[in-house]
């Protein structure tokens, strides 16, 4: 686990701002942004798993009013993250290890931070967030869909060992976790970057049955 955890903390030290850059034009990612917002009342407390540079993730949550706890494994993401958006809160520290609190967040944002972990350790996660969600709380999914296990690409220029599950199979560990698939969006994306392909990019949109959407947290 330390070991993939490392590997993908160099790949996204080595990218940094170069990150950002290349996804910041992704409408998918802005509108599941606009969705989750819709939904949560004033002042939610919200978990982004694999935070990045804290935008626009944490920087659009917080702009609007939310609390925004984010995790990442590369500190050098960590560190841009806590310049950029200093009202949010940043951890250097590997998801799989956290203790998370259960029913402690009104959402959870998992932006293709999945996609260096085995399929077991991908269940084992997304079971602990949507345990760490409050009941009518929502989860915002975006992965590569791909039957792949361990599998060697090159990302952004950088070689990157990937696992993931085809699309139909996303959403069956979705829903073992215990989460309800609203809505699902899938796109072809290219980021902005010269050694980039164009990515199928699947965007799931979650909710915890129980409580209701929007309510406020205590």
């Known amino acids: 686990m330390a070991d993939r955890g490392q590997r993908a903390a160099v790949v996204f030290d080595a990218l940094g701002l170069e990150y950002e850059k290349a996804f910041a034009r992704s409408e998918a990612h802005l509108a599941s942004l606009e969705w989750l917002l819709g939904r949560l009342a004033p002042g939610s407390r919200v978990l982004d798993v694999g935070s990045g540079t804290g935008r626009p993730t944490a920087s659009t949550l917080v702009a609007a009013g939310h609390e925004v706890l984010g995790v990442d494994v590369s500190p050098v993401m960590v560190g841009l993250a806590v310049r950029q958006v200093p009202q949010a809160t940043f951890r250097h520290a590997d998801i799989r290890e956290l203790p998370l609190e259960q029913a402690s967040f009104d959402a959870v944002c998992v932006y ?90 699947l965007f799931l949109y979650c909710a915890l049955p129980g409580g209701h959407a929007g309510q406020a947290s205590g």
Request: proline share 8%.
């Open 112 to 201: 293709f931070s999945l996609l260096q972990m085995t399929r077991a350790e991908q269940s084992e996660v997304l079971g602990r967030l949507a345990r760490a969600l409050r009941p009518g709380g929502s989860l915002v999914l975006a992965t590569v869909p791909a039957d792949v296990e361990d599998l060697a690409v090159e990302f952004m220029g950088r070689p990157v060992r990937a696992t993931s599950f085809a699309a139909e199979d996303v959403v069956a560990v979705v829903r073992d976790a215990g989460l309800t698939v609203e809505s699902e969006s899938f796109v072809e994306f290219t980021p902005d970057h010269p050694e980039a392909a164009p990515e199928p990019h």
